[in-house]
């Protein structure tokens, strides 16, 4: 079964602009989790979709947002970039069948680079 | 305070040790609790998921959950070059909420 796969995986933006980052889940998980790896803050969670729904949300501005599909494919976006947006973002996804999302499987990330 | 706290080394230890990893976690509900292996530049790999108090044993990695004191811990044994890795520690209620990550480095 293919994992979790992200596109794109290096992307480079200007201060200012927005970006949009795609994750396809594992054939048959309908739960998505999106989440910002940095050196300084470590692994943070951004928010949760399930069944095209935001489920959950993390504590990060509302410049971040992201949308499910009814494939269950998931994307974000970042609107108006700023420097501290660098980081590796991380989609994860969980079969969720109990209603929990326990056992997530990570995507190889996309790093952005806003310079 | 942070929900799972993790030292994050460098540990390095010669092919053949016993690797100990720890953390610990300040919400007494939490009852689902992982280990992931990050290698440089991918993703983090689920090497084991517990739920509740207890130890799982996987091949050569260990994971012990003690609810009383509220500590994760990860055993490798007969480690490997290859096992060189970031490991972190992880909880879950609803999100995943991470500990710092140990840098780990087994020398040849």
């Known amino acids: 079964k293919a994992g979790v796969t992200q596109t794109p995986r290096y992307l480079i933006k200007t201060r200012g602009q927005q970006v949009t980052l795609s994750c396809s889940p594992i054939?048959?998980?309908?739960?998505v989790s999106w989440y910002q790896q940095t050196p300084g803050q470590g692994l943070q969670f951004l928010f949760e979709?399930?069944?095209?729904?935001?489920?959950n949300k993390g504590n990060f501005p509302g410049r971040f947002s992201g949308r499910q599909f009814s494939n269950s494919r998931s994307e974000m976006n970042v609107s108006t970039l700023e420097l501290g947006d660098s980081a590796l973002y991380l989609c994860?996804?969980?079969?969720?069948?109990?209603?929990?999302?326990?056992?997530?499987?990570f995507g190889p990330g996309t790093r952005l680079t806003v310079t | 305070q942070k929900e799972v706290e993790q030292d994050p080394g460098p540990l390095s230890v010669p092919e053949g040790a016993i690797v100990s990893l720890n953390c610990t976690y300040s919400?007494?509900?939490?009852?689902?609790f992982m280990w992931y292996r990050q290698y440089s530049r991918k993703g983090p790999e689920l090497l084991m998921y517990?739920?509740?108090?207890g130890n799982k044993e996987d091949g050569r990695f260990t994971a012990q959950v003690d609810k009383s004191s509220k500590y994760i811990s990860l055993f490798i044994r007969d480690s490997q070059p290859s096992d060189s890795a970031t490991y972190l520690c992880?909880?879950?209620?609803?999100?995943?909420?991470f500990g710092a990550g140990t840098t780990v480095t087994v020398r040849a």
């Open positions: 919400n007494s509900a939490f009852q689902y």
């Open positions: 979709y399930f069944s095209e729904t935001q489920r």
């Open positions: 517990t739920y509740s108090s």
């Open positions: 992880a909880v879950n209620d609803y999100k995943l909420s």
């Open positions: 994860a996804s969980s079969l969720d069948a109990s209603g929990g999302t326990y056992e997530q499987y």
């Open positions: 054939s048959g998980h309908r739960s």
